[in-house]
């Protein structure tokens, strides 16, 4: 088993950034992709990015590549989303997930998840 839990979020301008982290506790977290997805209300969960554990390959959706960074401090167990250039579309909550595969990007591709982050982007 794992444990996620997300922090970081908040009210932000348009513009701005924030720094997501995702803390995992339980089994070696060193040998999952870590993912973040965000729902927008009424709308399905999204992939936003992830890395690849064991040789730190990251992914990123379209709408949020060259704004989104994600990383990661496997001495801390930790995940971090890098949000910069914010966007009112941005908003929804984030999600962490943990997944045994390799390359996950699909929600069902992953075996863990957090409870969520709420960013709100204001225009």
């Known amino acids: 088993q794992v444990q996620l839990v997300e922090s970081g979020g908040g009210l932000v301008q348009t513009g701005g950034s924030l720094r997501l982290s995702c803390v995992a506790s339980?089994?070696?977290?060193?040998?999952?992709?870590m993912g973040w997805f965000r729902q927008a209300p009424g709308k399905e969960r999204k992939f936003v990015g992830s890395?690849?554990?064991?040789?730190?390959?990251?992914y990123y959706a379209d709408s949020v590549k060259g704004r989104f960074t994600i990383s990661r401090d496997n001495a801390k167990n930790t995940v971090y989303l890098q949000m910069n250039s914010l966007k009112p579309e941005d908003t929804a909550i984030y999600y962490c997930?943990?997944?045994?595969?390799?390359?996950?990007?699909?929600?069902?591709?992953?075996?863990?998840w957090g409870q969520g982050t709420q960013v709100t982007v204001s225009s």
């Open positions: 997930a943990a997944s045994e595969r390799m390359i996950a990007v699909k929600t069902y591709e992953y075996d863990y």
């Open positions: 339980g089994r070696t977290f060193s040998s999952y992709t």
């Open positions: 890395i690849s554990w064991r040789v730190g390959y990251t």
